[in-house]
C-alpha cells in the first residue's frame, strides 16, 4: 500500500511539472519540409503565365512575386539561397534590372543575415556582363544587407577588374575603400595584384608590393616569387648584372629555385649573350641537387655555339649525354649547327644517322642547316642528294628551303636549275618575297634569256609577288641591247604589274 500510494503522488507530479514536446507541427524538419514544397511550387510557378494577382502587384518581377506567393501558400519565408536561385536565373535571361528589384527587396523587406558567397556570385556574373561599376556598386552596399565583407568578396571584385586594363583602373580606389569597410588585405589579394602587375609589364611595382608583403609579416609563397622572377627575366632592358642580383635576393628570402625557375634565369643570360652566366647558373643548379633538363643544356649549347665556343660545345654535348639526358631534334639542331660552322658538314650528316638510332627524326631545320653549309663550301652535287634524301623521307620543302637552293645555285651559275625550283616555289605558293629569286632572273637576265625572265616575271605578277630594283635594272641593260626582241613584251609587262595591286616585299 505504501509503494502504491508513492506512485500515485509520483505520476502526479509528472502531470504537473513535466515538460512536453513541441508540437510537431512547429517542428524544424516540418519547416524544411514547408520550404522543399515551397521551392517545388515555385519552380512550377515559372512555368505558367503569371496570374492577375501577381501582374496587379506594382514594380515587382514576376519571377518575384511568384517566390513570395509560393513560400505564402506554405507559411514560411524565402531563405536565403531562394533569393540565390532567383538571381541566378535571372542572369542567365540577361534580366538584370529585376535583379536590382530582387536586391532592394532583400534589402528592405526580409531580416535574414545574407551569406556573402550570393554577393561573391553576382559580383562575377556583372563582370561577365561588362556591368563592371554594377559589381563595383554591390560590393560597397554588402553591408546594407546585413553581411559583413570579408577578403573573398574583396578578392572577388579584385579578380574581375584585374581582367580589364582600363577596368584595374579602379583597383587603388577599391582598396582604400575596402580599408573603410574593415576588410583587411590577406596573402591572396596580394597574389592578385602581383600576377596582375607582371601581366601588364609592371614589374617594378611587382616587386614594391612583394617587399610590402615581407614588411607586414606575411608568408610569400613560392608560386608568387617565381612569378615575379619569370617576369623579371623578360624585361629586355634588364643587365646580366641586375637578374643575377634579384636572383641572389630572392635565394635570401628562402625561395628554393625549381627547374622552371633555372630554365627562365638561363633563357633570359643566353638572349642577353651572356653565356658564362648562364653556365654558371647551370653548374649552380647540379650544386643545387637539380639535375637540368635538355632544354636547359639545349640554350646554353646554342649560346656557346653563338659565342664560337666550339671546344667548350663539345664539353657540354659530351656531359649532358653523359648525365643520361636524351637530346631531342633542338639539340641537335644546334650541335649540327655549330658543326656546319666550322665547316665540318660531313660529321653533321653522319649525326642524321644518329639521331634516328636514339628515336629522333631529323626535321625540315636540320636538313636546311646542312644544304646551307653545303651551299657555302659549293658541294651543289652532295645538296641535291641531301634533297632527294628528304623527298624521301617525307620531309616537306619550305620557303627557307627553296631560298637556300636557288641561292646556292645561282651563286655557282647553274641558273637554269635554279630557275626550274623558282618556278616549283612559285607553284607551290611559297614565293611571297622576290628578294630570294632577284639573282635567278638576273643571271637570266645576263645571259640573255630575257624572254624567260619575263616568262618569271608574269608568273610573280599572277602570284602578287613584287619583283625588286635590280631586276628592273637587270631588265633594262638587257632591253637596251635587244630592244626590237623585247620591247612590246616588256612594256606589257609593267603595265600589268604596275595595275595589279601587290603584296610589298617584307
Known amino acids: ?57 506594382p514594380k515587382q518581377p514576376h519571377i518575384l512575386s511568384s517566390l513570395l506567393q509560393s513560400f505564402s501558400i506554405y507559411n514560411c519565408e524565402p531563405p536565403p539561397e531562394a533569393y540565390h536561385f532567383v538571381i541566378k536565373t535571372l542572369a542567365e535571361n540577361s534580366q538584370f534590372c529585376d535583379i536590382s528589384s530582387v ?24 563582370a561577365d556582363a561588362h556591368r563592371i561599376q554594377d559589381s563595383v556598386n554591390l560590393f560597397y552596399k554588402i553591408p546594407k544587407f546585413r553581411c559583413v565583407p570579408s577578403v573573398y568578396s574583396l578578392n572577388a571584385l579584385l579578380s574581375v577588374l584585374c581582367r580589364n586594363k582600363e577596368w584595374v583602373k579602379m583597383v587603388p580606389q577599391i582598396l582604400l575603400k575596402s580599408q573603410l569597410m574593415n576588410i583587411r588585405i590577406e596573402e591572396s589579394s596580394f597574389r592578385i595584384l602581383i600576377s596582375t602587375l607582371c601581366r601588364i609589364n609592371r614589374v617594378g611595382f611587382a616587386i614594391e608590393l612583394l617587399n610590402c608583403m615581407l614588411n607586414d609579416g606575411f608568408c610569400v609563397d613560392g608560386k608568387t616569387c617565381s612569378l615575379i622572377l619569370s617576369s623579371v627575366c623578360e624585361q629586355r632592358d634588364l643587365s646580366s648584372d641586375e637578374l643575377l642580383g634579384f636572383v641572389q635576393e630572392m635565394k635570401k ?26 653556365l654558371g647558373i647551370l653548374n649552380q643548379m647540379k650544386s643545387d641537387g637539380i639535375k637540368p633538363d635538355i632544354v636547359c643544356y639545349t640554350m646554353v649549347l646554342n649560346g656557346v655555339i653563338v659565342q664560337e665556343d666550339y671546344v667548350k660545345a663539345e664539353e657540354l654535348f659530351d656531359e649532358l649525354l653523359v648525365l643520361g639526358l636524351v637530346p631531342d631534334v633542338y639539340t641537335y639542331n644546334v650541335y649540327i649547327n655549330g658543326l656546319c660552322k ?165
Open 1 to 57: 500500500m505504501v509503494r502504491s500510494s508513492a506512485l500515485k503522488r509520483a505520476n502526479l507530479h509528472l502531470r504537473k511539472h513535466r515538460k512536453w514536446p513541441l508540437s510537431p507541427y512547429k517542428a524544424k524538419w516540418h519547416q524544411t519540409l514547408d520550404q522543399q514544397q515551397a521551392k517545388q511550387k515555385f519552380k512550377q510557378s515559372l512555368t505558367t503565365p503569371p496570374t492577375k494577382q501577381q501582374q496587379q502587384i
Open 103 to 126: 536586391l532592394d527587396h532583400i534589402e528592405k523587406r526580409e531580416n535574414f543575415e545574407t551569406p556573402e558567397f550570393i554577393f561573391i556570385d553576382l559580383i562575377k556574373t556583372y
Open 253 to 278: 628570402l628562402g625561395f628554393c629555385f625549381g627547374m622552371v625557375d633555372y630554365t627562365n634565369v638561363i633563357r633570359s643570360l643566353v638572349k642577353k649573350e651572356k653565356v658564362f652566366d648562364a
Open 342 to 506: 666550322q665547316n665540318n658538314v660531313e660529321a653533321g650528316i653522319k649525326m642524321i644517322a644518329c639521331m634516328e638510332e636514339l628515336g629522333s627524326k631529323p626535321d625540315v631545320i636540320t636538313y636546311n642547316t646542312l644544304l646551307q653549309a653545303l651551299c657555302k663550301v659549293g658541294e651543289l652535287n652532295r645538296l641535291r642528294e641531301l634533297v632527294k634524301e628528304m623527298k624521301w623521307k617525307g620531309i616537306v620543302l619550305n620557303l627557307q628551303t627553296y631560298s637556300i637552293m636557288i641561292d646556292g645555285l645561282a651563286s655557282k651559275g647553274d641558273i637554269i636549275e635554279a630557275c626550274g625550283l623558282f618556278e616549283e616555289a612559285l607553284n607551290k605558293g611559297l614565293c611571297t618575297q622576290s628578294s630570294m629569286f632577284d639573282e635567278t632572273i638576273r643571271g637570266l637576265c645576263q645571259r640573255g634569256l630575257v624572254r624567260k625572265a619575263l616568262e618569271l616575271l608574269k608568273q610573280m605578277a599572277d602570284k602578287d609577288v613584287s619583283p625588286g630594283a635590280r631586276v628592273w635594272e637587270a631588265l633594262l641593260l638587257s632591253c637596251v641591247s635587244k630592244l626590237d626582241f623585247v620591247n612590246t613584251s616588256f612594256i606589257r609587262l609593267v603595265d600589268q604589274i604596275l595595275n595589279t595591286p601587290c603584296k610589298m616585299e617584307g
